[in-house]
Nanobody
Framework: QVQLLESGGDSVQAGGSLRLSCAVS????????MAWFRQAPGKEREGVAF???????NYADSVKGRFTISPDNANTALYLQMNSLKPEDTAMYYC????????????????????WGPGTQVTVSS
């Protein structure tokens, strides 16, 4: 069982930056896929960034070059550094995890993940 808790959401102006944090109840290793998803009102939940330690990182095209996913040194927290924020980045942001014993790319769709945090709100004004 893995518990996740996001923090760091806020209201910022377009062009600004935020760093979201996700506290993880156990030390992450390469057997876990970790991700950040977001969901805007009236829209489906979409994957933003995905990481599997010592394997790889992927980003949604909409955030490439602006967002960076990374773990802390103890691998018990996951960060999402968000730069050059746009109004269309406004959403509830969720941290997600799944244990995947077989090494491979992480899934990018919500049903791939079975552990979720409650979310943190990011609002970007123009």
């Amino acid at each position: 069982q893995v518990q996740l808790l996001e923090s760091g959401g806020d209201s910022v102006q377009a062009g600004g930056s935020l760093r979201l944090s996700c506290a993880v109840s156990k030390r992450m290793d390469s057997s876990y896929c970790m991700a950040w998803f977001r969901q805007a009102p009236g829209k489906e939940r979409e994957g933003v960034a995905f990481i599997r330690l010592r394997y790889g990182i992927n980003y949604a095209d909409s955030v490439k070059g602006r967002f960076t996913i990374s773990p802390d040194n103890a691998n018990t927290a996951l960060y999402l550094q968000m730069n050059s924020l746009k109004p269309e980045d406004t959403a509830m942001y969720y941290c997600a995890a799944v244990e995947v014993p077989i090494l491979g790319n992480c899934g990018t769709y919500p049903t791939y993940y079975n552990y979720w945090g409650p979310g943190t709100q990011v609002t970007v004004s123009s």
